[in-house]
């Protein structure tokens, strides 16, 4: 069973951005669609976009288009999350997820979780 | 994007049976998949492709579906079940290959 392990928490100014990597180890992520989730404190799940590190393009939920970028190194099975333009309201705990088989599509069966990333955006 | 739906909150008495639904237009396209998520923990894939559970996930859990919506059961529900459940499935629009989560369902054992 692969186990995604993400990088650590970080506080940021408003206005700023935060990168956020996804490491995988005891497998491959490379034709699997690895998705970024976001949980705000007391709230749901919501998710934010994915991509599929063997073909590089990501999609994103609309919400996200404008100030989000998923990007992957196949080379080191990394998968990274960039948010741009920061507000309060971005602070979450956020999660990588891999899905349960690979393809070309996603299938949103998200078998496999990083530990979280907690995100605090605050002057 | 669609949206899918789910009750707040539910309670269960010990070793009872709980139904927990999930409604939703891209349901009658798509599966949905169950993630139960307990304070401080991801979340964990239980239940996906309407009824299969991952390696290790107890067989009291199972899904379902009818039209728009799916529904996770537990069957002889523990204390170890108290948790919140989450539905989700691809976005109604193939096209858009997008994801949407439901709101999530609190589960309390009483």
């Known amino acids: 069973q692969v186990q995604l392990v993400q990088s650590g928490a970080e506080v940021k100014k408003p206005g700023s951005s935060v990168k956020i990597s996804c490491k995988a180890s005891?497998?491959?992520?490379?034709?699997?669609?690895v998705s970024w989730v976001r949980q705000a404190p007391g709230q749901g799940l919501e998710w934010m976009g994915w991509?599929?590190?063997?073909?590089?393009?990501?999609n994103h939920a609309p919400k996200f288009q404008d100030r989000v970028t998923i990007t992957a190194d196949d080379s080191t099975n990394t998968v990274y999350m960039t948010v741009n333009s920061l507000r309060s309201e971005d602070t979450a705990i956020y999660y990588c997820a891999k899905d349960l088989t690979g393809g070309t599509l996603g299938r949103g069966v998200f078998a496999s979780w990083g530990q979280g990333t907690l995100v605090t955006v605050s002057s | 994007s669609s949206e899918l739906t789910q009750d707040p909150a539910v309670s269960v008495a010990l070793g009872q049976t709980v139904k927990i639904t999930c409604q939703g237009d891209s349901l009658r396209t798509f599966s949905a998949s169950w993630f139960q998520q307990k304070p401080g923990q991801a979340p964990l894939l239980v239940i996906y492709?309407?009824?299969n559970r991952p390696s290790g996930i107890p067989d009291r859990f199972s899904g379902s579906r009818s039209g728009n919506t799916a529904s996770l059961t537990i069957t002889g529900a523990q204390a170890e079940d108290e948790a919140v459940y989450y539905c989700?499935?691809?976005?109604?629009?193939?096209?858009?290959?997008?994801?949407?989560f439901g709101g999530g369902t609190k589960v309390t054992v009483l």
């Open positions: 492709d309407k009824n």
């Open positions: 005891g497998g491959t992520l490379s034709s699997y669609a």
């Open positions: 991509i599929i590190p063997l073909f590089g393009a990501a």
């Open positions: 989700n499935s691809r976005d109604r629009d193939n096209s858009r290959n997008l994801v949407v």
